[in-house]
């Protein structure tokens, strides 16, 4: 439980980073409803491609665990896990767990 | 459009006639709002050390999405930009940059000839701007390549793990039309894939080959 509150964290600390990079305010109060990529989601593909790696490198430095976020895998879900913040928790929680 | 016609449109926006030194293409949304611009990189933005920086950050970022994998540096990025880019008849890099001046990406066009063009090196290396800015900017260069150089079709290649970016082309209108199986090869610490099967080890992922037609674009 510990684990996938870390990760939420990391989640959540990553996008009020990237808020203070917008020029808007789409992340002002970032949560685990937060919608990530599709419909009204805040980040487009190419966003999220970088998101994703920024996200990588948080989630290795730690768990010291290399882990793939946007390959086939992840394409392969029955729904996307980067349709918000708590869907993309779980899923890195699952690959954590592998 | 001939090919010596094409080839002199390029020389031109690369800053070859100082006339067009600061040619730009308009990213506009649907509604005509105009979200930021594209510029190619000419013999004017490549002295521009924030940019060479850029380029040679985001190369290293997203490296996993290249057939050529290395350790980017500073001067490799220079290189590449004098000896490639600016240089090369066929091939043209674009800056992407939102409405506030900021740089935000770049994507590139690559053997530009009379039957066809590819578009290559799409990144979004820093957040900003309009949401579907990127989108926009894939728009416009495509509007530009068939209305502009008169260039009937559009390919691109991109790795079948990539699926963003495969959404995003798709979104735009390409579709696919081939994939091909690719091989690794290692030499010291540089990486490379090629379709060509050698001494290298299979790739995990395929290469995705993407096709939009002026016709095709013009039905939808």
Do not use: C
């Given at each position: 439980?510990?684990?996938?509150?870390?990760?939420?964290?990391?989640?959540?600390?990553?996008?009020?980073?990237l808020n203070e990079e917008l020029e808007g305010n789409q992340l002002?109060?970032?949560?685990?409803?937060?919608?990530?990529?599709?419909?009204?989601?805040v980040l487009d593909?190419m966003a999220?491609?970088s998101?994703?790696?920024?996200?990588?490198?948080?989630?290795?430095?730690?768990?010291?665990?290399?882990?793939?976020?946007?390959?086939?895998?992840?394409?392969?879900?029955?729904?996307?896990?980067?349709?918000?913040?708590?869907?993309?928790?779980?899923?890195?929680?699952?690959?954590?767990?592998? | 459009?001939?090919?010596?016609?094409?080839?002199?449109?390029?020389?031109?926006?690369?800053?070859?006639?100082?006339?067009?030194?600061?040619?730009l293409i308009p990213i506009l949304k649907?509604?005509?709002s105009k979200i930021g611009e594209l510029k190619?990189?000419?013999?004017?933005l490549?002295?521009?050390?924030e940019i060479?920086?850029s380029?040679?950050?985001w190369?290293?970022?997203?490296?996993?999405?290249?057939?050529?994998?290395?350790?980017?540096?500073?001067?490799?990025?220079?290189?590449?930009?004098?000896?490639?880019?600016?240089?090369?008849?066929?091939?043209?890099?674009f800056l992407i940059y939102n409405e506030n001046n900021k740089l935000i990406g770049h994507i590139?066009?690559?053997?530009?000839?009379?039957?066809?063009?590819?578009?290559?090196?799409l990144v979004r290396g820093e957040v900003g701007g309009d949401k579907d800015l990127i989108f926009f900017s894939e728009i416009a260069l495509?509007?530009?390549?068939?209305?502009?150089?008169?260039?009937?079709?559009?390919?691109?290649?991109?790795?079948?793990?990539?699926?963003?970016?495969?959404?995003?082309?798709?979104?735009?209108?390409?579709?696919?039309?081939?994939?091909?199986?690719?091989?690794?090869?290692?030499?010291?610490?540089?990486?490379?894939?090629?379709?060509?099967?050698?001494?290298?080890?299979?790739?995990?992922?395929?290469?995705?080959?993407?096709?939009?037609?002026?016709?095709?674009?013009?039905?939808?």
């Open positions: 439980m510990k684990k996938i509150n870390d990760v939420e964290k990391i989640i959540i600390d990553l996008l009020i980073e002002d109060s970032p949560t685990k409803d937060t919608k990530l990529y599709g419909g009204d989601g593909s999220l491609v998101f994703i790696m920024d996200l990588e490198e948080k989630i290795s430095d730690e768990f010291d665990e290399d882990i793939v976020l946007a390959d086939e895998k992840a394409l392969s879900q029955r729904t996307s896990p980067f349709r918000n913040v708590k869907s993309l928790t779980i899923y890195i929680q699952k690959l954590l767990e592998e | 459009m001939s090919e010596r016609l094409i080839t002199k449109k390029i020389k031109d926006i690369k800053g070859f006639n100082a006339t067009d030194i600061d040619f649907a509604d005509g190619p990189v000419n013999k004017k490549i002295k521009e050390v060479v920086n380029l040679t950050k190369r290293e970022k997203f490296t996993r999405y290249f057939l050529t994998q290395f350790q980017p540096t500073i001067q490799r990025t220079v290189n590449w930009l004098n000896n490639v880019v600016v240089a090369s008849d066929n091939k043209v890099l590139g066009l690559s053997n530009i000839s009379v039957d066809s063009v590819e578009i290559d090196n495509i509007d530009w390549v068939f209305y502009q150089l008169n260039v009937p079709l559009i390919v691109l290649n991109v790795f079948s793990n990539n699926f963003l970016a495969i959404n995003l082309h798709k979104e735009v209108g390409f579709s696919i039309y081939k994939e091909k199986e690719l091989w690794k090869y290692t030499t010291g610490n540089d990486v490379f894939f090629s379709t060509n099967k050698g001494v290298g080890i299979i790739a995990k992922f395929k290469y995705i080959g993407m096709k939009l037609s002026k016709n095709n674009k013009e039905n939808k």
